[in-house]
């Protein structure tokens, strides 16, 4: 089946500095990927969407120049969080589709942001 | 954007059948989701449902769905601890690949 890789699963940083979150799907061309973050016992929001070599389509309300999306390759694409702050310390999901019609999304295993 | 609706909290005995109700507002709705997602955990797909059908069936897992009403069911079988988990119902409209999710339904299987 359709295998989403996230990396890393957990990371701690220091305030001001900056995280980069990869996403590849491992077997299948993923002509679109989706950033999702997730609060403490809430439902996904998303974030932005991204479409290979194409600039992401972010969500209202999410600072793209705060999250940085790059989608280079038909099989990866990356979540940057510059400058974090505590408050941008949550739980972050990325999931793929091929696109086909009636295919599904395939999630990542999330990544475990905490900001200090 | 569209609403998706769940109730948060299933708590069931080992054994019996878990219904997991969603509600939606999206007419123009063509796939229906259900997602299961374990503590610390993405998203893992249980099945799916194109808005043309009425129900499917895959082992444990029955979806039903009224177009009509813009209800979707989930029921499980014989539910086993394995299945205590947060449910999340999605669905996909006709103009993009965006999904809207519920709030996800924590489902609790007690002995």
């Known amino acids: 089946g359709a295998v989403v890789s996230q990396h890393p699963s957990r990371v701690i940083c220091k305030s001001g500095t900056s995280v980069k979150i990869e996403c590849r799907s491992l077997?299948?061309?993923?002509?679109?990927m989706f950033w999702y973050r997730q609060f403490p016992k809430k439902s996904l929001m998303l974030m932005a969407t991204?479409?290979?070599?194409?600039?992401?389509?972010?969500e209202q309300g999410v600072e793209k120049d705060k999250f940085l999306i790059n989608h280079a390759s038909l099989t990866l694409s990356t979540l940057t969080v510059t400058s974090a702050h505590p408050e941008d310390s949550s739980f972050y999901i990325c999931?793929?589709?091929?696109?086909?019609?009636?295919?599904?999304?395939?999630f990542g295993s999330g990544t475990r942001l905490t900001v200090v | 954007g569209e609403d998706v609706e769940q109730s948060l909290f299933l708590s069931v005995r080992e054994g019996d059948s878990s219904v997991i109700n969603c509600t939606y507002t999206?007419?123009?709705?063509?796939?229906l989701y259900w997602y299961k997602q374990e503590p610390g955990a993405g998203l893992q797909l249980l099945t799916y449902?194109?808005?043309?059908?009425d129900m499917k069936q895959d082992q444990r897992l029955t979806v039903l769905l009224n177009k009509k009403d813009k209800h979707l069911s989930l029921r499980i079988a014989d539910t086993q601890t394995g299945d205590s988990a947060i449910y999340f119902c999605a669905e996909r409209g006709s103009n993009d690949y965006k999904l809207s999710f519920g709030a996800g339904t924590t489902v609790t299987v007690r002995a």
């Open positions: 991204s479409n290979e070599g194409s600039k992401a389509t972010y």
């Open positions: 077997d299948f061309q993923a002509t679109t």
């Open positions: 999931s793929a589709t091929p696109g086909l019609r009636g295919s599904g999304y395939t």
């Open positions: 999206d007419s123009s709705s063509t796939y």
């Open positions: 449902i194109f808005s043309n059908m």
